[in-house]
């Protein structure tokens, strides 16, 4: 994703998007499809995440 998105022109500031953004999916899809425990740490990681993301727009 960085790849293309630099190859586009895309800005610099969209790569903590990127991470912040891939972090919190891949946390859900673990949650939801492979079955991993959703502790609260966890939990509240994926909202920071997408609080940062809501933010950073």
Do not use: D
């Not at 949650?31 to 609080?51: D, M, N, T």
């Amino acid at each position: 994703m960085f790849f293309v998105l630099f190859q586009k022109g895309g800005p610099l500031s969209a790569v903590p998007m990127i991470l912040a953004g891939g972090a919190a999916l891949m946390a859900i899809v673990g949650i939801l499809f492979f079955k991993e425990s959703a502790s609260a740490p966890r939990l509240l990681g994926i909202v920071l995440a997408l609080v940062g993301l809501y933010l950073l727009r």
